[in-house]
């Protein structure tokens, strides 16, 4: 009887300690993170205070290049086509990219790519 009870108050002994163990690891782990989380440093890089940009280059069959820069933070494109830059704002597409201003429309899938003025298609590939 006695073998039983030692063995059942050790039991219990074991069991609280380990659960006791598991909840201070938890709580260090979290004030870890606060502290981390509060340098100044950090903060800018976890608010992504950065734009995100991609450039791409796209030349049609008779040799006229487009040069695109994409603002995916703003959703917004800045073309250069035949030495003229131009500021597009993101549509909503269905696939691939689409931007637009008020006479220029940029739409994309792929490799494929397509500039419109007023409707005119200016650049395809």
């Not at 008779?62 to 250069?80: C, D, H, P, Q, Y």
Request: aromatic share 6%.
């Amino acid at each position: 009887m006695k073998k039983h009870i030692f063995i059942a108050a050790a039991s219990a002994a074991l069991f609280l300690t380990s659960c006791n163990k598991e909840k201070k690891a938890t709580d260090s782990t979290s004030a870890t993170a606060d502290s981390i989380a509060s340098k100044p440093s950090d903060s800018a890089a976890i608010a992504g205070t950065q734009d995100e940009i991609v450039k791409s280059t796209s030349t049609d069959k008779s040799g006229k290049t487009l040069e695109m820069t994409f603002n995916n933070t703003k959703n917004t494109a800045t073309v250069v086509f035949n030495k003229e830059t131009i500021e597009l704002q993101g549509q909503k597409p269905a696939s691939g990219i689409w931007y637009k201003n008020d006479h220029y429309e940029l739409r994309g899938k792929g490799e494929e790519i397509e500039l419109t003025k007023d409707g005119k298609t200016v650049f395809k590939k």
